[in-house]
């Protein structure tokens, strides 16, 4: 069984170029969650979706920032004219229920690095 | 405001030992608490999961409780490995405030010493 795969793994971008993170989530698992996590720092949850819904994007950047988990494919993670300070790790998660008390599996993540 | 701390500075103890890692919260009534285990370059491995009206809660080695009216949770791993140095995450989930999803805490770095 397949865990959650991200990929890119590493992603290198310029300043004012656009970045897209993918992620499959695990098979059955409707319910997607994107992370940042800073060096050093905790995870910060960014935005919950599920199958063609933004369910929570509270932590999510009005500006910029944009996710999508369509009826078919993965779910993408879409950072427009990127900024020095996007550098981070983007983490997605995934669940086969909504948010309640069960486990998140998780990906190993995509780095982002910003020239 | 809420808030949820973990030790930022490293535990080291020496294999065998019993490690305790503590997480506090304040401002929230999280209905459950989770504990994750995250290797540099990877993503966070679930361990274990406490409900609110659950005191403790075992696995393997690994021991966590969850006391809601000191706000706080403890993991412990019996026995220590070197192979249990990693960084531990908790988590709580923020219902009661309408989030969604769950809230983690910065971890704390444990290394076992040979």
């Known amino acids: 069984n397949a865990g959650v795969m991200q990929n890119p793994r590493h992603l290198v971008r310029r300043r004012g170029q656009e970045a897209r993170l993918r992620c499959s989530p695990m098979?059955?698992?409707?319910?997607v969650y994107w992370y940042r996590q800073l060096p050093e720092e905790g995870l910060k949850f960014m935005v919950y979706?599920?199958?063609?819904?933004?369910?929570?994007e509270s932590g999510m950047p009005k500006e910029r920032f944009s996710a999508e988990f369509p009826k078919e494919g993965p779910s993408i993670l879409r950072i427009q004219q990127v900024v020095r300070g996007d550098s981070a790790a983007y983490f997605c998660?995934?669940?086969?229920?909504?948010?309640?008390?069960?486990?998140?599996?998780f990906g190993d993540g995509t780095r982002l690095s910003i020239l | 405001s809420q808030k949820i701390e973990q030790n930022s500075e490293a535990l080291n103890i020496q294999e065998g030992k019993t490690a305790t890692l503590t997480c506090n919260y304040t401002?929230?009534?999280?209905?459950?608490l989770q504990w994750y285990r995250q290797d540099p370059g990877r993503g966070p491995v679930f361990l274990l999961l406490?409900?609110?009206?659950?005191k403790e809660k075992r696995k393997e080695r690994l021991k966590v409780t969850f006391d809601t009216t000191l706000k706080q949770s403890l993991f412990h791993i019996t026995a220590s490995q070197p192979a249990d140095s990693a960084t531990y995450l908790c988590?709580?989930?923020?219902?009661?405030?309408?989030?969604?999803?769950?809230?983690f805490g910065s971890g704390t770095r444990l290394q076992v010493q040979p």
């Open positions: 998660a995934s669940s086969p229920l909504p948010p309640g008390d069960q486990p998140q599996h």
């Open positions: 098979k059955g698992h409707s319910h």
């Open positions: 979706l599920q199958k063609e819904n933004i369910i929570d």
């Open positions: 401002n929230y009534s999280p209905a459950y």
């Open positions: 406490i409900r609110e009206n659950e």
């Open positions: 988590a709580l989930d923020l219902g009661d405030t309408g989030r969604r999803a769950l809230t």
